[in-house]
């Protein structure tokens, strides 16, 4: 049986060796019996991380590095990396070692002998993450939830074992816009969770800033959900309801009082509200829009550069010495 691990690097030159050492020291001790690929995404990283990357591919067999020709981000190297992965169950991890990967040995005992097919690692305490992203992090899986028919599992991250079939079916997915988080709950299957606390960045900093984040959860609700596009149908009918309730309301007083000039002020704001409502209306279209015409392109989510690998007959060689 062949575990890959799948991580994708964006400059962390600072966290191979931390990441290398740990892994392999816990894959020795608690899973020898099994074979071991490494399948290391360079996600067009500036500093030295491919260099160092390739260097130790070019001396152990079980690395290889998937090159990419420039930097697409967290999603698509991850998609990259699941392609490449030839094994029986697949496990992506973050490179920055705060997925722990000292319940991997629990994950592929779950899989291997309960039978399950997605193994999922749930962060019991976010304590390591500053508040600002544990207060929005919670408020985005509270909204793409309720309004979502697919929801996620709160505080999964990519974390997790996946089965050859599963990700064989993830694979197979022809969208362009991958939200992997939802994408790994949308397939199914049977699936269970262990909890683990996430630990801080051994080294190097955050490629994360608000405003990725901020896209990558619009990314997350508009691949799931078509509820922003329809609410504007029933606030729409909510609106014009009330403001037929006041013309009649107006004509009847109209009637019954005589004319009544001032409500310059109420115009005003009304006039501006309801442009402002519009607005909104026709920006919610356009996410919408402008991903239908990205997926309409049909251009790759990634593109491969090199894989940087020893052959496979001279790997079979190492094996045989
Ligand atoms: N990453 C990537 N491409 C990017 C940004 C990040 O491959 O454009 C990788 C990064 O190297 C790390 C993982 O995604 O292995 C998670 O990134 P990071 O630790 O910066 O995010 P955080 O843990 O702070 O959410
Ligand atoms: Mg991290």
Sequence with gaps: MLISIVAPFYNEEAVIDAFFTRLSKILADHLPTYDVEFVCVDDGSSDRTLALLTQRAAADPRIRVVELARNFGKEAALTAGLTVARGDAVIPIDSDL????????????????????????????????????????????????????????????????????????????????????????????????????????????????????????????????????????????????????????????????????????????????????????????????GRTYIESKQRPVFIIRTVHERPTAARDLLDEA
């Design 98 to 289: 705060q997925d722990p990967p000292e319940i991997i040995p629990e994950m592929v005992r779950l899989w291997a002998e309960e039978g399950y097919d997605v193994v999922e690692a749930k962060r019991a305490d976010r304590s390591s993450d500053t508040r600002m992203k544990r207060v929005s992090a919670e408020a985005f899986y509270k909204l793409h939830n309720a309004i979502s028919q697919h929801p996620i599992p709160q505080n999964t991250g990519d974390f997790r074992l996946m089965s050859r079939q599963v990700v064989d079916v993830v694979n197979s997915l022809p969208e362009r816009q991958r939200f992997m988080k939802g994408i790994f709950a949308w397939v199914g299957f049977r699936r269970t969770s262990i909890e683990f606390v996430r630990e801080a960045r051994v080294a190097g900093s955050t490629k994360w800033n608000k405003w990725r984040l901020w896209n990558l959860a619009l990314e997350g609700i508009t691949s799931f959900s078509t509820w922003p596009l329809r609410v504007w149908t029933y606030l729409g009918a909510g609106i014009a309801g009330l403001a037929f309730l006041y013309g009649v309301i107006l004509i009847i007083s109209t009637l019954i009082g005589g004319r009544d000039v001032p409500g310059y002020a109420s115009l005003m704001s009304a006039i501006l509200f309801m442009g402002g409502v519009q607005l909104i209306g026709i920006g919610v279209l356009g996410e919408y829009l």
